[in-house]
């Protein structure tokens, strides 16, 4: 008997906000939301974004001014809707119409030498052959150059991509615990990790409590590794900057670090840990690691996730020469205007140019459903299972190619032999990859289609969350998955608005691509997550409802074990809402224990039960059968 991955707790932060209580999914719905949610969005929005605080006699702006949450929304809305999603990149990454560079330039000079005077200390060494040197005194030299002299002169150029799906305005995860060197995509990893963990609504020592201590399992990655200074981008360029590495840089930078993080600082696990990576498809490449280790019974707690920071010039450069960002120029062709919106830069499945690069940390918590019911942990959706499948020979690395029809394919078939064939034609639902490229409107548009023929659905519900926050790369299919655990929750299904048709060339007779805020009369009962990165990394999840988990549920362990179960589950939605509730006021507790609770590894014991670990409760069992007894 398999058991279900359950996802009982979900968090992070993206251009949209905060993913736990589903607020980022608030914000991309904000026009469908009565006037209480759309007022407490806002401001929970605006406490991130530093404009109002929560104090001891309520809402107040930064003069202790008291305010209503309709005060908020008329003197902040428009600020806070602005300040949120994709926008214009602002200063506090660096200037969009004037970044640093350095152009190489031959100085010639004007008679036979040149003459300059410089620090001693700042002599190159070994000196170039045609420079001779003159001590003036202790600290400065003369130098006369004989010939040309080559040189970097500091200079400032326009970047052509001018938009990206950027954290809130003025919300910087550093002030949420002690970031000291911490590059920004291990910023977002353990702020998100933490909202995750706190947002399941039960103690993380007494999830511990019940299961060994090598059971939990804790998969992320991310795709760019940390390119910023405090990472692998200060470790390459010291050299020719003149600067000196740091011993942060190098162990910071790897990819694995996002997972690392979790385990170090958050959960202080001692279980199972993996990155893998699969470019933009990570998320669900890392989700398949956990779903299979938990239906198999090796792992009972898994938290998978991505964060990634690639809001860098030198990242911007790289995918904008490879033709793949939406550019200012590109953006005023297609619109024949000069003027441009940058909050319109990512239009999936519309007349587009290009994809909106994005930040973005997002960790899910999932449980086997034994344990679930037990802990009376809340279930907001299930995993049943996630393909990965590549694409054959290929000629171009960055195109698309067969493997996303096997993927799609095959997501679609294991969710229809659970629910059914009425189901999934009348109650599921496509979260695109919707990259918003002229290609991949047309490609993964004709995979949905070819498979909507197939399936017997003629008019599938198709969502495009890149639209509001971007392409985050590595965590870009679980910014997905915490838009379908919204839909789950409030039945809508966010719509593409930043475009103002369907193109003509995207296969759509069977797809229904909204425009706006769409809600299914039935409610959704599965939401496929399709992924498609380069060098054929292709994906594909299956995510079930709450409502089919319980019915699931139901049957598996009886009517009276679940209500049993029901009871248990209040107490951890107190608690869940608790710590929402909180963090809509700006109290995150973020989880950060730097050199707390260390193992003592001189009292670690083996014994007849297992490996007794210092401040564990059960044994790592050491009773593991023989796998190959056929063999023997």
Request: with cysteine; charged share 20%; glycine share 10%.
């Amino acid at each position: 008997m398999s058991r279900l991955p359950v996802i009982v707790g979900f968090g992070g932060f993206n251009a949209a906000g905060r993913s736990s209580g589903h607020h980022a999914f608030r914000r991309m719905i904000i026009e469908s939301l009565d006037d209480t949610a759309r007022r407490e969005t806002l401001a929970a929005l605006a406490v991130m974004m530093g404009r109002v605080r929560f104090g001891e006699s309520g809402w107040q702006d930064l003069e202790g001014r008291a305010l209503s949450l309709a005060d908020i929304e008329a003197e902040f809305g428009k600020e806070v809707l602005e300040g949120s999603l994709i926008r214009r990149i602002g200063p506090s990454f660096f200037d969009v119409d004037s970044v640093h560079w350095q152009k190489s330039a031959t100085l010639n000079p004007e008679n036979d030498n040149q003459r300059f005077v410089m620090k001693a200390r700042e002599l190159p060494e070994p000196l170039p052959a045609n420079w001779q040197v003159t001590e003036l005194d202790s600290r400065q030299v003369l130098v006369e150059v004989s010939g040309a002299l080559e040189v970097k002169i500091d200079s400032f150029r326009d970047c052509p991509v001018k938009s990206a799906g950027q954290l809130p305005e003025g919300f910087d995860p550093t002030d949420l615990y002690n970031a000291r060197f911490h590059p920004r995509a291990l910023q977002l990893a353990v702020i998100s990790a933490s909202d995750a963990v706190r947002s399941i609504g039960i103690d993380w020592a007494d999830i511990v409590a019940h299961i060994n201590p090598d059971q939990v399992g804790v998969y992320a990655s991310n795709v760019m590794s940390q390119l910023d200074e405090d990472g692998f981008g200060g470790l390459l360029q010291s050299r020719l900057r003149g600067g000196r590495v740091s011993t942060k840089q190098c162990p910071l930078g790897l990819n694995s670090m996002v997972a690392d993080f979790v385990n170090a600082y958050i959960l202080g696990s001692v279980g199972h840990t993996g990155a893998n990576a699969g470019a933009c498809a990570s998320f669900l490449y890392n989700l398949r690691s956990a779903v299979e280790d938990i239906t198999s019974g090796r792992c009972r707690v898994a938290v998978v996730g991505n964060a990634e920071a690639p809001i860098l010039p030198e990242v911007i450069d790289g995918y904008a020469t490879m033709g793949a960002l939406a550019s200012e120029d590109k953006l005023q062709k297609i619109d024949g205007s000069e003027a441009t919106d940058p909050r319109r830069s990512s239009r999936p499945f519309g007349e587009n140019c290009g994809f909106t690069i994005a930040e973005s940390g997002q960790y899910v918590v999932l449980m086997d459903d034994e344990l679930a019911m037990t802990l009376g942990a809340d279930i907001h959706g299930a995993v049943n299972d996630v393909f990965i499948n590549a694409d054959g020979y290929k000629k171009s690395i960055t195109a698309p190619g067969p493997g996303n029809h096997i993927t799609f394919a095959k997501a679609v078939a294991s969710a229809r032999a659970i629910l059914g064939d009425e189901a999934i034609r009348e109650r599921s639902m496509v979260h695109a990859h919707g990259s918003s490229t002229p290609q991949n409107r047309v490609t993964e548009s004709q995979i949905f289609d070819q498979a909507a023929e197939f399936f017997g659905i003629t008019n599938w519900p198709v969502a495009a969350v890149k639209a509001y926050v971007g392409h985050s790369l590595s965590p870009a299919s679980a910014d997905q998955m915490m838009a379908a655990l919204g839909t789950f929750k409030y039945g809508v299904i966010p719509g593409v608005k930043t475009i103002d048709a369907v193109a003509d060339d995207v296969y759509g007779d069977r797809l229904h691509i909204p425009l706006g805020d769409f809600t299914p009369e039935q409610g959704i009962d599965v939401a496929f997550l399709n992924s498609k990165g380069f060098g054929g990394n292709n994906a594909t999840a299956s995510v079930l409802a709450p409502r089919v988990v319980e019915r699931m549920l139901r049957k598996r362990y009886g009517e009276a074990e679940f209500e049993s179960y029901c009871s248990r589950r209040e107490q951890t939605r107190t608690a869940a809402t608790a710590y929402d509730n909180a963090a809509i006021q700006g109290d995150f507790a973020t989880i950060y224990r730097f050199g707390e609770g260390m193992i003592d590894e001189s009292k670690v014991v083996f014994d007849a039960d297992g490996v007794h670990l210092p401040g564990y409760a059960k044994p790592v069992s050491l009773d593991i059968g023989n796998r190959f007894n056929d063999m023997i």
